[in-house]
């Protein structure tokens, strides 16, 4: 008789359940105080609007690879676009460098479509297109909120 769950299905679910008791039990002295503050002082609306902000980042954000994608000749749904970036973003988390998440996506496009340097070229001009905006909206604040602002040098930073 064939499992429900494939075996690596498995291997992984034992992993992260075996994980998650370990680090409560590393933390049980702390278990109370963190209850605390979850309870009394976390400010969920707020933790709420982060998390929504930030997929809402994260769909634009996939809007914009898929468009890179498609200039190269790559055709992905806005689902696997929204996916890579879900793992791009767990690479990044995962690895103690930026481009662990790069070369995730560089690896899973070139899965995709077969083509290695319009895959890795893919995943460049996204990430120059996410620092050219970055750039911009600097700019615009700086723009924005001079006089608030006030310390010239600041300004100077961002033109520079």
């Not at 979850?38 to 809007?63: D, G, H, K, S």
């Not at 990430?127 to 310390?151: K, Y």
Request: charged fraction near 20%; proline fraction near 3%.
């Amino acid at each position: 008789m064939k499992s429900k769950f494939p075996s690596g299905l498995a291997f992984r679910m034992v992993i992260s359940v075996a994980s998650i008791f370990l680090i409560l039990y590393f933390l049980r002295d702390e278990l109370p105080k963190s209850y605390h503050i979850l309870r009394y002082e976390v400010l969920w609306p707020w933790v709420v609007a982060a998390c929504l902000t930030q997929f809402v980042a994260l769909a634009i954000q996939a809007v914009r690879f898929q468009v890179v994608l498609r200039l190269q000749d790559i055709r992905v749904s806005l689902r696997e676009a929204l996916y890579l970036k879900f793992i791009g973003l767990f690479f990044n988390l995962f690895f103690p460098s930026a481009v662990g998440g790069d070369l995730a996506k560089a690896y899973y496009v070139y899965k995709h479509s077969g083509k290695k340097m319009v895959a890795t070229t893919a995943v460049i001009l996204d990430r120059l297109l996410g620092f050219v905006a970055l750039i911009l909206m600097a700019g615009a604040m700086v723009l924005a909120f001079d006089r608030e602002i006030g310390d010239p040098k600041i300004d100077r930073i961002v033109y520079l």
